[in-house]
């Protein structure tokens, strides 16, 4: 059996609560020699690259701001 080093791409949305168990999970693949890409919120960019992950814009640091402040979409949890 090869071990080869995996690709892995974490999505997330949400708050801190939502995206640092992301962030501590990928950091953890990343020491075995995994490649991991966050996809999140841009206001995550500099936690991931802190991290020495992979980032992708899920979006802006605006959008994300409104978007917690809707009361429809924080009724819904």
């Not at 992950?53 to 978007?67: A, C, N, P, Q, T």
């Not at 917690?68 to 009724?75: C, E, K, P, S």
């Amino acid at each position: 059996m090869v071990n080869s080093p995996g690709r892995f791409l974490m999505v997330g949305f949400g708050s801190d609560g939502d995206i640092i168990p992301l962030v501590t999970l990928g950091t953890f693949l990343r020491e075995r020699r995994h490649s991991v890409t966050l996809v999140a919120p841009n206001c995550y960019a500099d936690l991931a690259a802190q991290n020495q992950l992979g980032f992708i814009s899920l979006s802006s640091r605006e959008d994300y701001v409104r978007s917690t402040r809707d009361q429809h979409l924080v009724a819904s949890r």
